[in-house]
């Protein structure tokens, strides 16, 4: 008798990608509802449309004759644990933008155009649409435009209502006009523009001591009882562009520094030329409250603050002295809160800050572990 080698039948109902965990309708519904934001954010270069397989942008339509193009990309690190934890969606988009081109304007790069990443276990497109509505909103402050994105539904890949972010932006200078920290020199003054808060990094250092601490976050602010706890460390991350590309333009600034991870200490060397050592006085210009209260909730050494937040200094510009009046003045002017930090002076690629305290200067190690 001859063996049956067929496999048997199963009777189960057909299988789709939605019993799987993923909701093709549910992106679509979201492409859609996200449209009129996307449109928002046109500038010459870019029409806005989202929907094909890429999106176009036109450098000669911006208005640029021979273009270097800057690209960089960024996400929000644990903030958005913060903002999952507590509902707070609405600034993180914004978050998002501005760790991508406060990076490319740093070059002297005019930010054109921006695509996000958006990935979580199962989509819930209020929250995507919240978040993607702060990308737009960062897009139009930055003057950059949303031209495309991904939104990454993955089953099993995150807990339940988490999701992550990340940025990817394009910008343009003219050839011979980028920053490059080249015209540094010993004499040349440091500015430090005002930051709106943590910005973006130290957040794994915030959520341990809330945990340690037993933070109340609804509650007010010990140093600013207007506001909730949580509202002043959600605050988004100051967008600095569209201020300062007048004043590169206009050849005033020759170096910029954003502080991000790692703090003072740790990005200004990265646009110093050899040579070059950048002296910081911590005493020019009030820690914000933020600051003071995160530092004595964890009895953070000053060094480790230089290190790993911003300390109220969100960028940092290095001018001639004859330039410190005029650039003050118009960044004043502007809406930003300007203060004379520090100089360069000659010595060893580096940076020496110097407080009350003490005085704390980049590791001698520098060099190699940020060109690796």
Known sequence: MASDNSH????????TYAQAGVSIDAGNALVKAIGPLVKATRRPGADGEIGGFGGFFDPKAAGYKDPLLVAGNDGVGTKLKLAIDNNLHSGVGIDLVAMCVNDLIVQGAEPLFFLDYFATGKLDNGVAETVVAGIAE?????????IGGETAEMPGMYAPGDYDLAGFCVGAVERGEQLTGEKLAPGHVLLGLASSGVHSNGFSLVRRLADDMGWNLDEPAPFDTSRKLIETLMEPTRIYVRNLLPIIRAGEIDTLAHITGGGLLENIPRVLPEGAHAVVDAGSWQQPGLMQFLQE?????????????????????????ENVDAVTAALTEAGEQVFT???????????????PAGSWTSSEDWEARHDA
């Open 8 to 15: 048997p039948t199963n009777k189960t109902a057909p299988y």
């Open 138 to 146: 960062g897009c139009k402050i930055a003057h950059c435009a949303l």
């Open 297 to 321: 909730q964890g009895s953070i050494e000053p060094g480790e603050m230089a290190r790993t937040f911003n300390c109220g200094i969100g960028m940092v510009l290095a001018v001639l002295p």
């Open 341 to 355: 930090i520090g100089k360069i002076e000659e010595g060893s690629r580096g940076c020496t800050v110097r407080g």
